[in-house]
T-cell receptor
Framework: KQEVTQIPAALSVPEGENLVLNCSFT??????LQWFRQDPGKGLTSLLL?????REQTSGRLNASLDKSSGRSTLYIAASQPGDSATYLC???????????FGTGTRLQVTL | GAGVSQSPSNKVTEKGKDVELRCDPI?????LYWYRQSLGQGLEFLIY????????KSGLPSDRFSAERTGGSVSTLTIQRTQQEDSAVYLC????????????FGDGTRLSIL
């Protein structure tokens, strides 16, 4: 059974700092990996999707990498802003491509 | 609207009652998913619809839970004889063609069982 772990569970950084969120998964036979953000009381917003054949994806200040063999992904946020404050979730789609398994998330707070 | 729409946004009901939660996916999206988010369990998959294929119901926690998708669009998740442990946020998502693509989520229905 796929297990997805995110470290740290919570993180507080001052505005402007670059930061890295970590995601690890136990079964490397994945179809893709997705990063989402969730604001309080809201649904999830898709940030980046990395297919199993890819190593990284970039969108603006966000960069996600994937090392399938070691079961790891990182989300890099450059020049963090208070508006980046949210919970970040990674989710893994198995090789059978049916349903996502989510990590428990990292709660990020960017302070002024 | 352009996004996934869920109703109601909040539902409070007494233990033992039945509830229906509705999801309107993004127009043209063939894949629809239901998830449950609770404090103790995180985000869990419930059920997945793809076009006219038989749904993947492997995540439904008991036979009190059922879902249908009419006309390949709107979906309803029904919970019969609700229990307190059913209290959670129920999230719906859709994607254009299937699981290999980004999933777009609604804001969820917060269900509270008294």
């Amino acid at each position: 059974k796929q297990e997805v772990t995110q470290i740290p569970a919570a993180l507080s950084v001052p505005e402007g700092e670059n930061l890295v969120l970590n995601c690890s998964f136990t079964d490397s036979a994945i179809y893709n990996l997705q990063w989402f953000r969730q604001d309080p009381g809201k649904g999830l917003t898709s940030l980046l999707l990395i297919q199993s054949s890819q190593r990284e994806q970039t969108s603006g200040r966000l960069n996600a990498s994937l090392d399938k063999s070691s079961g790891r992904s990182t989300l890099y946020i450059a020049a963090s802003q208070p508006g980046d404050s949210a919970t970040y979730l990674c989710a893994v789609m198995p090789g059978t491509a049916s349903k996502l398994t989510f990590g428990t998330g990292t709660r990020l707070q960017v302070t002024l | 609207g352009a996004g996934v729409s869920q109703s109601p946004s909040n539902k409070v009901t007494e233990k033992g009652k039945d509830v229906e939660l509705r999801c309107d996916p993004i127009s043209g999206h063939t894949a629809l998913y239901w998830y449950r988010q609770s404090l103790g369990q995180g985000l869990e998959f419930l059920i997945y619809f793809q076009g006219n294929s038989a749904p993947d119901k492997s995540g439904l926690p008991s036979d009190r839970f059922s879902a249908e998708r009419t006309g390949g669009s709107v979906s309803t998740l029904t919970i019969q004889r609700t229990q307190q442990e059913d209290s959670a946020v129920y999230l719906c998502a859709s994607s254009l063609r299937g699981p290999g693509e980004p999933q777009h989520f609604g804001d969820g229905t917060r269900l509270s069982i008294l």
